[in-house]
């Protein structure tokens, strides 16, 4: 669904900068002066030492004798534990990236088999819920989840972090709207988690009952109803009764909104450009929006793809887009798979862009259990023999995400005239391209738009 804003025709004002820092760092906005220019044509940005030897070796301290891989545990150890968060998130993102660009490509029609279709996840907020729950099931249970998981710290440890990470999530403001909830709801006679040391009021995590007299058809609406309510109203017709008629156990939800003005005033593009999908694709076109900021740019040379960081009005959020020179996806998807997010970011580098990106607005119902089997959790969705077990398990599972790329109000209508300072280089992403929406160091959510 296209969302363009109200556009209009006043002298843009002047912008602030601001670039990507760590958690809680100040920042600082540099103001830039306003200029003439013309369209820029695009371009492209594109000894081991010697060591001499003893004749009579000494055998080193046990101190400098440490291998790499026990100096690496070593390093491990002393990381804090949100250092050891943000390390694993990235593993953990890659790991939830590829399995669902994989299912949902594996379920596309015959004509979109090469891309699939665009989606929108959070990983983030995927790991944050394994850390909560974890306290709540059976040994087994949680000897799965704690190894995809990845890092090892305390109970206590982990409600704090969640507890931090959660408070310093950016909030609503007269340039962002953004919410997030999590809500538990249980059928009687099951499994009561008791969430000590305050694990769920850290995630601020909603748990609620059945009465267990609901019908199928009573259960979906129910649920849809606290779907509504936590996206403000705007996401609706989650469940039907079909996907809630073979029996309830537990369910958990994560509902995610986000909807954010961009740092540069965009200029809405006249009529619409097409979009190059896969050859066998069906010919689309979409309305685009052109911004020229400030930027991080890097030309990735080795995926034949470009790299570009676009910077929200809210100081710290941004959102990469990892754009394919060719229009498949495949090849990037697995580079994406294999490197964190880390590498890409320091091959960026800052200049003034002009960058050409679509319009729209993503729905996302993303199914859960399949994706938890498949990252090597499978006990935590069993639901098969769950008599007796003093332990949660999830009956259903589901991220609910509504995720905006639009002009926004303070957009102006393109009549020609280029009053912006020129450009350095200019991206079109008029295929195509993997996108994630970063939050200072860590990534919020991502996946991919497809149109």
């Not at 962002?176 to 709801?185: E, F």
């Amino acid at each position: 669904m296209h969302s363009p804003g109200a556009t209009q025709l006043t002298p843009k004002p002047e912008m602030r900068l601001n670039f990507n820092t760590p958690w809680n760092a100040p920042q600082q906005h540099p103001t830039r002066s306003l200029g003439w220019s013309t369209t820029a044509l695009p371009i492209l940005v594109s000894s081991p030492s010697i060591v001499p030897h003893s004749q009579s070796p000494v055998k080193p301290p046990a101190t400098t004798a440490a291998t790499a891989a026990s100096q690496q545990v070593i390093a491990h150890k002393n990381m804090s534990a949100i250092d050891k968060f943000t390390e694993r998130l990235d593993l953990f993102e890659r790991q939830f990236y590829k399995i669902t660009f994989a299912k949902l490509t594996s379920i596309s029609p015959a004509d979109r088999q090469e891309n699939g279709m665009s989606f929108v996840q959070s990983g983030f907020f995927l790991l944050l819920t394994l850390m909560v729950l974890s306290k709540e099931v059976d040994p087994a249970t949680r000897a799965e989840i704690d190894q995809c998981i990845g890092f090892k710290i305390t109970d206590m440890e982990r409600v704090d972090l969640v507890k931090r990470l959660i408070s310093t999530l950016p909030s609503t403001s007269d340039t962002l709207t953004v919410r997030h909830a999590s809500r538990l709801m249980l059928w009687p006679g099951r499994h009561e988690p008791r969430f000590q040391d305050g694990a769920a009021a850290a995630l601020m995590l909603n748990v609620e009952h059945f009465n267990g007299t609901e019908t199928s058809d009573a259960i979906a609406t129910i649920l849809n109803k606290k779907v509504e309510l936590d996206s403000g109203g705007a996401i609706h017709d989650t469940f039907d009764e079909g996907d809630v008629s073979g029996g309830m156990v537990a369910v958990f939800m994560t509902t995610l909104y986000m909807r954010g003005r961009w740092r540069a005033s965009p200029t809405v593009l006249n009529g619409t450009q097409p979009f190059h999908d896969a050859d066998d694709a069906p010919q689309r076109t979409v309305r685009m929006i052109r911004i020229n900021d400030i930027m991080k740019y890097a030309d990735l040379q080795d995926w034949d793809a470009q790299a570009l960081e676009i910077s929200y009005a809210t100081p710290g959020l941004t959102l990469l887009m990892l754009v394919p020179r060719s229009n498949s996806l495949k090849k990037l998807a697995q580079h994406v798979s294999d490197t964190s997010i880390a590498n890409i970011m320091s091959k960026m580098k800052t200049m003034r862009v002009a960058a050409t990106i679509p319009i729209y607005t993503l729905r996302m119902t993303l199914l859960l259990p399949n994706k938890l089997q498949a990252m090597g959790m499978p006990r935590l969705v069993d639901v098969g023999n769950v008599t007796g077990t003093p332990s949660l398990r999830l009956s259903h599972a589901v991220q609910r995400v509504m995720f905006w790329a639009e002009a926004g109000r303070d957009a102006y209508k393109d009549d020609g005239i280029e009053w912006d300072q020129k450009p350095e280089l200019e991206v079109i992403a008029n295929r195509p391209y993997i996108f994630f929406v970063r939050w200072r160091n860590v990534t919020l959510m991502n996946g991919n738009f497809v149109l």
